[in-house]
Every structure is written in C-alpha cells, then in structure tokens.
C-alpha cells in the first residue's frame, strides 16, 4: 500500500469517489484503482468486495497477509460513495492513531477524523478512526439514531476478551441499520455470529474464512539451542527472524545475548549507522538500543518508547535487522515485516497463571510470518523446552554408544514448569481458533448513557439485557446487576421515575464516557484547594493524577524503594523483625492528598453514584519527578524503569493532555501555567510523535527514500516558559544535593566543567559554618529565587539558596548555553560559581 499512499494520489484516489451510487461501478472503479497500484484482488479481497458493494454484512476471517487492509478501504470507499459515514475501530489506541494516519493519506485530512478517549481530530469527518469503547459508548447514548452507516471493526477477536469485549458487541446490538465488517485472522466457527447479524440488521451476512495464505507458512519445532536455531535460520536466509518472547525482560536479554552472534557485515552495520544518523538515544533503554542495532538486532515491545519502536519498523522494513526480540504484541497488527517466527515458548503468564497458548493466541502470532510480495514461504519454529534441547544434546554427544547413554543424567523440567512439547505445537498447529465467547457486562455509566437517550428507557435497558450473546443465566445476572444500578442511580436523585417516565435528573455531558470519566470528579475537587497555597500548583497536579490510569511499573518501583529506606530506618531505630513486616505492609507509593480525595470521592459518588465504576487512585509521577528536578532519563534511571519507558512516557503524556484540557483557565496560576508547559515540553522532546505528529497532516512524508529516523523534535528553546522551568529544575537539583550534602552527587553532575565533589564540600563549607540547613520546599523552589538574565546565545542565572534566617545572601551562579540544549533536547547548564553574594 505504499504508492497508494503517496500524497500525488491521494486527491486522484478521492476524486474517484461517483456522484451518484451504482455497485457494479465502485466494484470497477475500486478493483481498476488497485490493479493500477500493483494490488490485483486475491479471489477472497474479490468476494468481499462484491458482498460489500452489495449492501451485506461481512465477516473476513482469512490468515494475517491477505489483505484485510485492503478490504477495509474498500469498504471505506464503498460508504463514502453512498454519501455514508463510516467508523474504523481497533483495539489500540496505536493502531487507531495508524490506520487514522494511513487513511488521510488516501483519502485526505478533510475526509478522515480520530476519537480515541484523549484524542480527538476532525471528529465530524466522514471516515472515523477509533478504539472500540468510543463507538460502544455512542452507540449506547443515541442507539439506532447514532450518526454511523457502516463500521469496521477490527481485531475482532478481541470480542472474546473478558474484560473489554463488551465493547464489541454492544455496537452489534444497538446498530440495527449499520452495515458491518468485521475483521480478524482468528475468529474461528463464526456461524451463529453471521445468523445473530443477519436478524437484527436485516442484511445478508456473508463469511469469507479459512482461505490459502497469499504467502504459505512452513511449521518446525527445533531441539536445538536457540541460539544455534537463530544462526541456522540466519545462515538459510531465513531472516528477518522475529523471536517471540511473554516478557519484555527476556526479550531484551536475548537481544544482548546475541550480540555475541556475528549478525551483519560491516558494510550492513556502516548502513545502518548511516541511516541511524544523530538520532537520539537520550535514555538508559536508548542507549542499549543503540548499540543492538547498530549490529542488526532489534527490539519490539510495548513498554518501549514510541519513536525506539518505530525506529525498529523503520529499520526492520529496509530490511537492515536480521533478528528482533520482542513479546507477542507483533500478534496485534504491529507493523514488523518478518520472514520468520520463533516462539520461545508455547506458554505465557496470563496475569493470574502460567498455561499453554490458546489456538488463537499462536496462530495470531504465527501469522506475521511471511511477507506478501517479498518472501515465498514464511517459517514459523518453536523452541524446545530449555531441559528437553539440553537432554538432546546429551544424547547426541553419547552417539551410538550404549553405555554412554545409560550414563546420561537427563534433566528435569524446572519446578512449576507447565508441560509443553511437540506434541502441543502439533496440536496447535493442526488446531482451528476457538470459538469467540460472549462477556458482556453493565456498568452505571453504560446505564447512564442509555437513560440519557431518552424514549422508553425500559425496553432499552430489556433489550440490552436480554437481547445480547449471553446465556440465559447470565442475562438474569445482568437483569439484576441492572436493576441494582437503577435503584442507586434513584436513590442518588441522578434518575427520576414520574408515571413510568424514567429520566436524568442531570446535564450529560456530550462526550459523557469517552474520555476520562473521573473528570467531572476532579473538577469539583479543584475547588476545595487553595490558590493561594504555596503547593497549590503541585496539589492541582494530584487531583488530575489520581483519576488517571495507574502506570503500575511506576508504583512498584516506588514502592519498592519506599519500603527499601523504611526497613532501613526501622533498623536504625532498633525495631525487631516481625514489627518490621508488620509496618512495611502500610508503607505503599506516594499517594499526595489521599485523605483529602477519598473524602471527596464519597460526597461525590453519593450523587453521582456512576463514578463508583472507576477507581480513584491517588498517586505521584508527575509530582515526584518535579519535585525530584529530574529529567525524563534520571526519572526512568532513578527507578530502574528502563523497560518501560514507553509506560511512562504515556503516562505523562495522558496527564498533560488531562492538565490542559481539564483544569479551568480561571483555576490556572502563573505557576500552574509553568509546570503544564513544562509537562508538555518534557514530552515533546522525549517523543515528539505524541504530541506534535497531528501537525504532520498537511504534507504527510510519503517518500519512500525519507530518513529512517522520525523528525527531531522543535528547538528546546523555542518555548521559553517551559524551558525556563527546565532550568530552574536544574539549579534547584543542586540544590536538593547540597541540603543533603552529596556532593558525589554534585559532582557526577558538574565534575567536566571543574566542579568535582570536593569542589562542592569545599565551596559550601563556609556556608555550613553560618547556616545548619538549606531550604528545599515549595518557597526555595518559588520563580523569585531563581535570577535569570537572558542572552541570545546564552542565559546566566543565580539560584539564591533558601538559609533558615531568610538572609538569601549565598547563591549558586550558571551560565546556559542555548544551542546545546536544543541539540541535546535538556537544560545544559554549567555551574560558574558557589558562594556569598
């Protein structure tokens, strides 16, 4: 699909679009429109064209390669044709933000919108791109009236998952007038699926399944060390070779393993430096990265940054990585072009066990090998149990010899190992994906949405319960999960019942559970803080940070080292072992104004009941990382989060879209407006793509001959409010390390530029001898003790240390070379000077 995305095409392809609706013509122009592209319709693209250009429903369950994609903008032509609108829908808001981006460049920016919860761009366009949750939730608040005429959804296994699928198939229940396509590699027996479609919406609905991949697959099962399997695969021009693994730990520890495999020649990694050029390799992980794949192996998982791991498709897609470790994400459309799979198990953790992979689960990941118009045959191997590739080799060490045989030791499975072996991939292999499994579920909010439609709210809410995929014991279950949510919906006054007449007795907000649901909760606990208040800005913070989802490698790692120092200090204080676990149980994360919160969370619900179905969780990331001065990199280094900077990134990346869209303009201070600048800018030149990649549509890049790297992001100080913040983090880092007297610390800082530790002990002790501690609270942090004279080229700056007399007679004197900070995308600051003023 590259040259159909091509900006020359993209006003052709749109102008093709008939005035009038005729099938047999957007059948012709359609199937023209790709021939001439290099994309002859496979016969199952065929069948499913003339289905939809038909009016049917369809459900495409054909193997990942042939072409689902396709079908899916043929669908998207044929509605918009019709003068409809039609809805894509994934699973991930990384998918919805691709497609969103593949389409403009079809269909062009006025014909295309995304609404992904946080996210929403020219949301009345014709074409609109979204997680499955946001049209569930429209479709339960306007129902038949929902603006839609036909939908995509895709990944639609996803249908059988158990805590999201509802979102699935709400939309088929209360869409009767949509025409659908639904869309997976693994649905397996679909048949009552298609005759449920066909009575509500009284459309045919065709099945288009089981057909031969465009590109065949070739299934073995390797005994032999991985290692020896990758070279083998190597060596048989096998690559690129994707090695699955169901952690991110181990798939970054194969990768490094591997390093001790000659990958490339030094004419490919010359290739790769090149294509790689100034990229920034800014953190602890990036750095790793660096160095994998400058010898030709990558990296893949979702705890990754956004811009590593599309430097890795990039890379991968010019064919410059011969291996890549990853986890099983690549199973969810993940663009990696791949030649061959090699799972390293065919077991996983599952949140709650360890078990074997469901049908479903390896034949979605074993997909992905094979690359249609480039490779033949795609190869897809599973690993040997780690005891069973080792007893193999002892075997075969042995020979024929009979006595060294009955010598062998052979080792045991590890304890708690779940059996698996040949047998099982054999049974995979041959296996049809299991049948999709309704889990259909009512919250208050979905009750919400469905009274706020109005008409006879009581056959909605029947219809819902007892019209679903459910069996008829869990529609009861549901019946009395609904009424108990209508009696506390009654019992809060949020719902009136006048003669029969079932309504809300509140405004619902338009986009009312598409985005952050807490936010009507934070909004009336923003006003129960003081402006006034010396920590107003970083409170304000706190409320927006406990209504958004929890970044849980985060506040492990804060609790971790929480209760780290507590047993510590338990210790000094002489405090016996089992009193020790005792107390460590109550020591958790950060959690700034909990009592506070919860308090007003209570007096909140007892109203508004509905918000019950979200959790309030107070917590501190953005506070602490402020708090602590640090940059993006010292933040993920401090806590060791190094696999999962990406889970940070969006975390910070929800709270400044949260801050800027949910605080009131008249509750924003002028230190308020510094920190969310600042938040925004941190994220910006971390990964531009989050913020900024919307800009990007007016001239989207197309050219196959681009750099592989994604652009840099704008010049650091090009926003002077938020990098003025960036310094004053800086300066009042040193701060903190000198009222704590690290001067290893300072040092490691500001040791290049002559300020070595024993420079800083030297310089602060006179002030020692006059003071006996420096401030480090919210007034030692303010604007006003931080002196900034700007420069084009470069700012000097006195940070006024905060002495108990309040004297403010010692500073810390810097100079802030500008063109550096915006190579370098942080503050770099050079300390000039410590002393008295």
């Known amino acids: 699909m590259t040259d159909a995305g091509r900006p020359n095409d993209r006003a052709p392809f749109a102008a093709l679009i008939p005035s009038s609706y005729d099938p047999d013509e957007v059948y012709d122009i359609f199937t023209t429109w790709a021939s001439s592209r290099g994309l002859p319709l496979y016969p199952a693209q065929d069948e499913s064209l003339i289905e939809i250009v038909s009016g049917n429903n369809l459900i495409l369950s054909t193997p990942t390669g042939s072409g689902k994609s396709l079908v899916a903008i043929a669908a998207h032509f044929a509605a918009l044709a019709q003068g409809g609108r039609t ?9 919805v933000s691709e497609k969103f981006f593949a389409l403009v460049e079809l269909f062009g920016p006025e014909n295309v919108g995304m609404v992904t919860g946080d996210s929403s761009v020219n949301a009345d366009a014709p074409i609109i791109c979204c997680t499955a949750e946001i049209l569930a939730n429209m479709a339960l608040r306007h129902g038949h009236e929902t603006p839609v005429d036909q939908v995509v959804m895709d990944e639609f296994h996803f249908y ?75 060596s048989t021009n096998q690559a690129p070779v994707y090695v699955v693994h169901f952690s991110q730990a181990a798939a970054l520890e194969r990768a490094q393993a591997l390093t001790s495999v000659k990958i ?47 430097l890795v498709e990039q890379l991968a897609q010019r064919g410059l990585l011969r291996v890549i470790c990853g986890t099983d994400t690549l199973g969810v459309g993940i663009n990696v072009p791949i030649r061959t799979v090699l799972l390293s198990a065919l077991t996983k953790f599952d949140g709650t066990r360890m078990r074997q992979l469901s049908a479903r689960e390896f034949h979605q990941i074993a997909g992905r090998a094979g690359r249609a118009g480039f490779d033949t045959a795609g190869t897809v191997m599973v690993q040997a149990p780690e005891h069973e590739s080792e007893n193999a080799k002892a075997v075969e060490k042995a020979g024929d010899d009979p006595k060294k045989r009955r010598k062998i030791v052979r080792k045991k499975a590890p304890e708690g190992f779940v059996s698996w072996g040949e047998p099982s991939f054999n049974r995979l292999v041959d296996a049809q994906p299991e049948t999709l499994t309704s ?202 989060l190094s696999r999962s900077e990406g889970v940070v990134l969006r975390y910070l990346s929800d709270a400044f879209r949260a801050a800027r869209q949910t605080i009131p303009d008249e509750a924003k201070t002028e230190e308020l407006r510094d920190l969310i600048e600042w938040l925004g800018e941190l994220v910006r030149q971390v990964d531009s793509s989050l913020l900024d990649e919307w800009e990007s549509l007016i001239n989207p890049a197309a050219d196959p001959d ?19 913040v960036l310094v004053r983090n800086e300066l009042f880092r040193r ?21 070595t530790a024993n420079a800083w002990a030297d310089a602060l002790d006179s002030y020692w001898a006059e003071y006996d501690s420096i401030g480090t609270g919210a007034d030692a942090r303010s604007s006003a003790m931080l002196i900034i004279d700007e420069d084009a080229a470069e700012w000097r700056v006195r940070q006024i240390l905060a002495d108990p007399h309040a004297d403010h007679d010692w500073a810390i004197t810097a100079t802030v070379d500008l063109a550096e900070s915006d190579e370098l995308g942080s503050a770099v600051v050079r300390i000039t000077g410590v002393g008295q003023l």
């Open 439 to 640: 889990h259909m579920q009512l919250t208050a909010a979905m009750m919400i949405n469905l009274i706020g439609r109005g008409g006879d709210v009581f056959a909605a809410v029947r219809k819902l319960v007892f019209d679903n995929h459910e069996s008829r014991s869990r529609q009861y279950a549901l019946a009395r999960r609904a009424l108990g949510i209508y009696r506390t919906l009654r019992a809060a006054g949020v719902v009136t019942d006048e003669g029969g007449d079932i309504r809300l007795t509140i405004d619902l907000q338009p986009n009312f559970a598409l985005n952050q649901p807490l936010s009507p909760f934070a909004l009336a606990a923003f006003e129960l803080l003081d402006p006034a208040s010396s920590s107003y800005a970083l409170d304000m913070i706190s409320v927006l940070e406990a209504t958004l989802d929890d970044p849980r490698p985060v506040l492990s790692q804060q609790q971790f080292l929480a209760r780290g120092e507590a047993v510590a200090a338990m210790k000094s204080d002489g405090i016996e072992y089992d009193a020790r676990m005792e107390l460590l149980e109550q020591v958790t994360h950060p959690k700034p104004l909990d009592e506070l919160l919860h308090q007003a969370y209570d007096t909140f619900a007892s109203s508004q009941p509905w918000i019950r179905d979200f959790e309030l969780a107070p917590k501190s990331v953005v506070r602490d990382m402020y708090e602590r001065a640090m940059s993006f990199a010292e933040f993920t280094g401090h806590y060791k």
């Open 87 to 95: 809805f894509y829908t994934a699973p991930l808001k990384a998918l």
């Open 735 to 755: 701060v903190q390390l000198a009222a704590l007297e690290h001067y290893d610390e300072l040092g490691e800082l500001d040791a290049e530029h002559g300020w």
């Open 160 to 234: 059988g998952d158990p805590e999201r699928g509802w979102a699935w198939q709400v939309p088929l229940l209360m869409l009767p007038a949509v025409q659908f396509i639904l869309m997976s590699a693994t649905l397996g027996d679909v048949t009552e699926l298609a005759a449920d479609l066909t009575r509500r919406t009284g459309r045919q609905t065709a099945e288009v399944t089981g057909v031969d991949r465009p590109v065949p697959l070739h299934f073995f099962y390797a005994i032999t060390p991985v290692h020896e399997t990758i070279e083998e695969l190597l």
């Open 264 to 310: 490339l020649s030094r004419e490919k990694r010359d290739e790769i430096a090149e294509a790689i050029g100034s990229f920034r390799f800014t953190t602890v992980f990036g750095k790793t990265l660096s160095r994998l794949v400058r010898s030709g192996i990558g990296v893949h998982h979702a705890g990754m940054l956004p811009r590593y791991r599309r």
């Open 706 to 724: 681009a750099p592989v790297v994604p652009p840099a992001p704008p010049r650091l100080t090009g926003n002077p409010r938020a990098f003025r």
